[in-house]
């Protein structure tokens, strides 16, 4: 089922929309499922942060412009705004993937859904298409990280799956932390070595983040809404179809921290 609504987007501007989507779900009454939530803006992010300080957002702005700055000489001739926000939308996405759980948005107790419009201010559509599902089983998978960087939680994750037995279906796993995420990535230590570094280089721990936490917490705020906190993937005769020498990485952006992975297993 789909339903949308009409929202105003300031220029680079985070409007938390957490509220918005929850009234729209309740319209539909599914009880669990999945949903897709976008903002139809190819020049807008949407992305889960830090609840508590809306200053977060302001932070997410400067990050971005400081690493993908509005230029003359792009080669899209609409405006350097449009240009730049074109390049953000999809370094970030313009959308979510959430699971609906007993009619409510699965969400953590620190995260928000916010969108940040960089070629605005304009009015866009916010739109959810929702597919309702009755036949799964929800775990927690438990990660204890010791420090800052990606830990691999492949094997973890396919045990999960083999005692679900679930032979086809789908794999839904989200983190529901403000300073960690989860990604798809090569099984190569020099990768993860590299990556970390990029992600540091990009949004380096600094004490002057205009929301007032320590430099690695506000770093991280910023770190998860770029990495993303979900992820989807089919399953296939038992098998978890990522790709050929891919692995799925827990990143921690705050640690050392007792941390978990929110995992639902659809059944086909």
């Known amino acids: 089922m ?12 985070g409007l938390k929309l957490t509220e918005e989507v929850e009234k ?23 992305t889960l942060t830090n609840t508590f300080d809306n200053r977060t957002y302001d932070d ?14 792009y080669e899209t001739k609409i405006s350097p705004f449009d240009s730049s926000g074109g390049i953000k939308s999809s370094m970030v ?3 979510l993937t959430l699971w609906i759980e007993n009619g409510k948005c699965m969400l953590g107790s620190s995260q928000a859904i916010v969108a940040i419009e ?17 036949h799964f089983e929800k775990d927690v998978i438990k990660v204890y990280t010791q420090q800052h960087g990606l830990h691999d939680v492949t094997d973890e994750i396919k045990h999960v799956i083999e005692q679900n037995k679930a032979d086809t279906g789908f794999a839904y796993l989200f983190v529901p932390h403000s300073t960690s995420g989860i990604w798809l990535a090569e099984e190569s230590k020099g990768f993860i070595d590299l990556t970390k570094c990029l992600l540091d280089r990009m949004v380096p721990e600094i004490a002057n ?33 990522i790709g050929e020498n891919k ?3 827990f990143m921690e952006f705050d640690g050392p921290r007792s941390r978990k992975i929110q995992m639902v297993t659809l059944f086909k």
């Open 2 to 13: 789909f339903v949308e609504t009409e929202i105003f987007l300031e220029s680079k501007r």
């Open 24 to 46: 729209l779900l309740q319209k539909e009454k599914t009880k669990n499922g999945l949903m897709w939530v976008k903002v139809n803006s190819p020049t807008a992010i949407l």
């Open 247 to 249: 692995r799925i990485y």
């Open 93 to 95: 996405g313009n959308h």
């Open 209 to 241: 983040f205009k929301h007032r936490e320590t430099p690695s917490d506000a770093a991280g705020h910023i770190k998860t809404s770029l990495a993303g906190t979900y992820f989807l993937f089919k399953i296939d005769e038992g098998r978890c179809l």
């Open 60 to 73: 997410i702005v400067d990050v971005m412009d400081k690493n993908c700055p509005t230029l003359v000489q």
């Open 118 to 134: 960089f070629d605005g201010p304009k009015k866009v559509k916010l739109e959810l298409e929702i597919v309702a599902s009755n």
